[in-house]
């Protein structure tokens, strides 16, 4: 078979499957690297951090954005701790003095909310309750805020599918 590509590099007549030809730059891996070797790579831009006053070098895409302007994600925390940029109101999920979660909240994300969900799937074989649908996600007959008392006890509970517990709760 006749060699149909000619390495740049090293002369060297090879083939290659035609599939191949289309980008194909050189015989070999080794080749490919003194080509990389030669080429000019981008100038970098000299900044100094705003924090630690360090030099550090940035491309100049990120110098035309004016992203950067810490030598290290460590600086960039240190600053913002130190200007006191995420406290309090200044943090960007502050709530205020409010609690952030709710009781139902606690009890929802706690195991025996769980086993008392699956208690209630098990006793209606994973059927509605209403509509025989299978599938769906326990339901309180008697609210939350009602009686603490009987919120995990499996007599104040029904397994509906979804469309009929939205019915529930409009």
């Known amino acids: 078979m006749k060699p149909n590509f000619t390495c740049p590099v090293c002369g060297k007549s090879v083939r290659f499957p035609p599939n191949e030809l289309a980008w194909r730059r050189t015989c070999s891996q080794e080749c490919y690297a003194t080509i990389r070797r030669g080429q000019q790579r981008v100038k970098r831009v000299s900044i100094i951090c705003i924090c630690c006053q360090k030099v550090f070098q940035i491309t100049p895409a990120e110098s035309r954005d004016r992203t950067r302007k810490y030598c290290s994600m460590k600086c960039m925390g240190q600053h913002r701790k130190d200007a006191g940029l995420l406290r309090r109101e200044k943090h960007p999920r502050w709530a205020g003095d409010k609690p952030r979660t709710t009781l139902a909240s606690y009890i929802r994300a706690s195991t025996a909310y769980e086993r008392w969900a699956y208690a209630i799937s098990q006793r209606a074989h994973g059927l509605c ?4 649908v299978e599938g769906g996600q326990a339901h309180h007959l008697l609210s ?7 919120l995990l006890n499996p007599d104040n509970g029904r397994f509906l599918c979804e469309p009929c517990h939205r019915l529930r709760h409009p």
């Open 144 to 150: 939350f805020g009602l009686l603490l008392g009987l």
């Open 129 to 132: 309750e209403d509509c025989d």
